[in-house]
């Protein structure tokens, strides 16, 4: 069993400040460590999505780096279009949290049950994605390398998401990525972040699923092209669950005090008691 937890943009900020004077993106990440590690069974490893700070540097990076410390399992980093994959190879490199190397700053995280490749879409002075050749070479040589189950994690959304914005840099940026996927059925699922909210997709036959922000929501116009509204909050953490020979997601919040309110506890009845009345079995 593995039990995979994603968290995505958390754009954390210099110490004592707020994003847009707005988010609290230092609590909400704490929050979100917090919860983590109050996880039941643990998880065996998180990975963060991008957009890990807001404007990269070793002061916003220190404090990053500060607040995910208390994970009590192994974490792994990929760069955002905030981020800067130089600096986090540099600023990272004495941990095993950011294993990716000049020049595409890739990776793959082997696992028992299936592997995850860590892919770069930043481009350098860039809000836009970027996937050029020598990324797609690196995802081509891995595929090809291993027929294992395959997850495959990266910031921007290979799709299309229907929301103006973020769908007027066009598809040509995945196509190379969707040709390699439609060629090695292995890949399981596609992760991502930067949008701001969530989402579930398709690139090809292969599901895309885009995790909301930690950091704050954009509430993003369909249809109509309007500018987004700002949501200071943020989402719970995404638990990828390996079962059945796939990977089952979705939101997995785990607040303060979820223990006192159990449903066992609550109704001061046994579990197991419980349980033959949901299924319809007592009278
Ligand atoms: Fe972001």
């Known amino acids: 069993m593995t039990l995979l937890v994603q968290i995505s943009d958390t754009h954390v900020v210099e110490r004592g400040t707020l994003l847009y004077g707005m988010a609290d993106t230092a609590r909400h990440l704490a929050e979100a460590v917090s919860q983590i590690n109050s996880m039941r069974p643990r998880p065996d490893l998180v990975l963060i999505t991008g957009d890990l700070v807001e404007h990269p540097g070793a002061r916003t990076y220190s404090h990053f780096r500060d607040l995910i410390a208390p994970l009590a399992m192994p974490v792994y980093l990929m760069p955002g279009n905030h981020d800067n994959p130089y600096y986090m190879a540099e600023f990272f490199g004495d941990t095993e949290m950011f294993p ?98 969530d989402l579930s997709g398709m690139i090809g036959d292969v599901p895309v699923q ?14 109509i092209d309007i500018a987004p509204s700002f949501d200071p909050m943020p989402v719970p953490p995404t638990l990828h669950h390996w079962t059945d020979g796939g990977l089952v997601s979705g939101y997995y919040p785990w607040p303060d005090g979820v223990d006192a309110e159990r449903i066992d506890k609550s109704s001061n009845m046994d579990w197991e008691v419980l349980k033959d009345r949901m299924r319809g079995s007592l009278k």
């Open 100 to 197: 990716g190397e000049a020049p595409h700053y890739q990776y793959a995280i082997e696992g028992p049950d299936f592997r995850t490749l860590m892919l770069n879409s930043h481009l350098d002075g860039s809000e836009l994605p970027c996937f050029g050749e020598r990324r797609l070479q690196w995802l081509r040589y891995e595929l090809e390398s291993s027929d294992q189950p395959t997850l495959v994690a990266i910031h921007h959304p290979p799709m299309t998401t229907g929301v103006g914005f973020i769908d007027m840099v066009g598809p040509d940026w995945y196509q190379g990525i969707g040709e390699l996927l439609a060629e090695h059925p292995q890949v399981l699922k596609v992760i991502c972040g930067h949008g701001h909210f």
């Open 210 to 223: 885009m995790a909301g922000a930690i950091a704050h929501q954009l509430i993003a116009g369909r249809v």
